[in-house]
């Protein structure tokens, strides 16, 4: 499973999605990682906070990244989100 910190769970939060979709964190045909508003699976990692639901991340990715975090960076472009590895808390190449 991935860890989602609280910082990136509040930014998560600010992102609309149409309540028939869910935001989804998926693999791009590139081998890149994005975020979607989409149809949920089954196999996918769910993410609440407070009981409410905000990210899915794909199941391929959740087992591929297990034990990495999902964090909140801040750029001189805005927040952004980036992954961690476990060893030593730097961005991961994905």
Do not use: C, W, Y
Not at 15 to 31: C, K, T, Y
Not at 71 to 93: C, F, K, Y
């Amino acid at each position: 499973m991935i860890a989602v910190t609280a910082p990136a769970k509040e930014l998560l939060r600010s992102i609309e999605v149409p309540p028939d979709r869910a935001l989804r964190l998926e693999p791009e045909n590139d081998g890149r990682l994005a975020f979607t508003a989409t149809t949920p699976e089954a196999s996918d990692q769910v993410v609440e906070e407070q009981g409410q639901e905000i990210l899915r991340i794909a199941e391929p990715i959740s087992r591929e990244l297990d034990g990495h975090s999902l964090d909140r960076v801040d750029t001189p472009d805005g927040p952004r989100l980036t992954i961690r590895s476990p060893e030593n808390g730097r961005p991961a190449e994905v």
